[in-house]
């Protein structure tokens, strides 16, 4: 039996069907986002927060959005934080142009944070930045344009700069209130 593949518009349909469920759609395939544990939501609430604070402070036209849908072609991503920002002389912010991704790793996304979701989001003619950040262990894995998409670990002890906004944050204040299994060691 093969799966159903989906249109755009039955996507979206899907979606409004099942407003309390998360979906994502590629090659029309149909991927249901599994419930995101705490230290995922954790995690993705203080880079939401900080880097939200960071663009108040700063007067900067950007915003940190969370779980908000990106159209790349036919398909369709959540991302766990987007950051978008805009030119005074454009009236909103363009939500399918993001300069900088977020993704939390969790074992249902895993694979796709770093195949499909890396390669398609290669292709967003802003994005400048992904960074894709472990929820279990003190460690995340930054791309940039600059680098050619080539990933630069971070560990405990090291700071993430994103260039692409100026913001930068030692790694371990994002970790702040995750509650870890067993205890990190600094490498």
């Known amino acids: 039996m093969t799966a159903r593949l989906f249109t755009a518009e039955q996507y979206l349909a899907h979606c409004t069907d099942y407003p309390n469920e998360k979906f994502e759609l590629f090659n029309g395939q149909l991927i249901a986002m599994g419930t995101a544990s705490s230290n995922h939501d954790v995690l993705k609430a203080e880079c939401t927060r900080k880097i939200g604070r960071f663009f108040d402070d700063n007067e900067i036209d950007c915003l940190a959005i ?85 990933a630069t670990v971070m560990t405990l002890g090291d700071t993430l700069i994103f260039e692409s906004i100026g913001f930068s944050i030692p790694l371990s204040d994002l970790y702040k209130y995750v509650e870890f299994r067993s205890p990190q060691i600094p490498h």
């Not at 030119?87 to 895993?110: C, M, W, Y």
């Not at 944070?113 to 460690?139: G, M, P, R």
């Open 66 to 150: 969370p779980e908000t849908k990106l159209t790349i072609g036919n398909h369709f991503f959540i991302p766990d934080v987007m950051i978008v920002c805009k030119k005074r002389e454009q009236p909103s912010f363009d939500f399918n142009q993001p300069i900088v991704i977020i993704e939390i790793l969790s074992d249902s996304t895993r694979g796709n944070d770093f195949t499909i979701k890396l390669s398609e989001y290669q292709k967003i003619a802003n994005l400048q930045e992904y960074l894709v950040i472990e929820q279990d262990l003190v460690q995340a894995y930054h791309y940039s344009q600059r680098s050619h998409w080539k």
